[in-house]
């Protein structure tokens, strides 16, 4: 399969495909007729590196976890990675949360303001 084919079966945007062959990380095949032509095993590690990719993992990140990848008994090493990148997203997740909380803390403050002055605008034009 072409680089072009791949983009459009995967709807992959051909800019995106030459950034990864150009990081070296999901190599296309052979050079047939002058066009890099795609094997499985090659899509399938694409697929890898879009995942890693879109999980926030940095060039680095992807390209140690795909060298790890290729290499035996480093399953610990991988979910170690995994872990790493899931606690941080998580972190992420509970200072999100905590902003929303002070958020909505402060929304609330302001309602109840503008309640206040609602009320007292209501008594003066009933007390006229």
């Given at each position: 399969?072409?680089?072009?084919?791949?983009?459009?079966?995967?709807?992959?945007?051909?800019?995106?495909?030459?950034?990864?062959?150009?990081?070296?990380?999901?190599?296309?095949?052979?050079?047939?007729?002058?066009?890099?032509?795609?094997?499985?095993?090659?899509?399938?590690?694409l697929?890898?590196?879009?995942?890693?990719?879109?999980?926030?993992?940095?060039?680095?990140?992807?390209?140690?976890?795909m060298?790890?990848?290729?290499?035996?008994?480093?399953?610990?090493?991988?979910?170690?990675?995994?872990?790493?990148?899931?606690?941080?997203?998580?972190?992420?997740?509970?200072?999100?949360?905590r902003?929303?909380?002070?958020?909505?803390?402060?929304?609330?403050?302001?309602?109840?303001?503008?309640?206040?002055?609602?009320?007292?605008?209501?008594?003066?034009?009933?007390?006229?």
């Amino acid at each position: 399969m072409t680089i072009e084919e791949a983009s459009r079966r995967y709807q992959i945007p051909m800019y995106i495909l030459r950034e990864y062959e150009s990081w070296g990380l999901c190599g296309a095949g052979k050079k047939v007729m002058g066009a890099w032509r795609y094997e499985d095993a090659d899509l399938e590690r694409l697929s890898t590196v879009m995942t890693l990719h879109s999980l926030g993992f940095s060039m680095e990140e992807v390209a140690r976890y795909m060298r790890l990848l290729e290499e035996t008994h480093t399953e610990g090493q991988r979910l170690e990675m995994l872990e790493e990148k899931r606690s941080a997203a998580l972190a992420e997740i509970h200072l999100r949360e905590r902003q929303l909380l002070r958020l909505d803390a402060l929304r609330h403050q302001l309602r109840k303001m503008r309640g206040r002055a609602g009320d007292r605008g209501k008594k003066e034009n009933h007390g006229t």
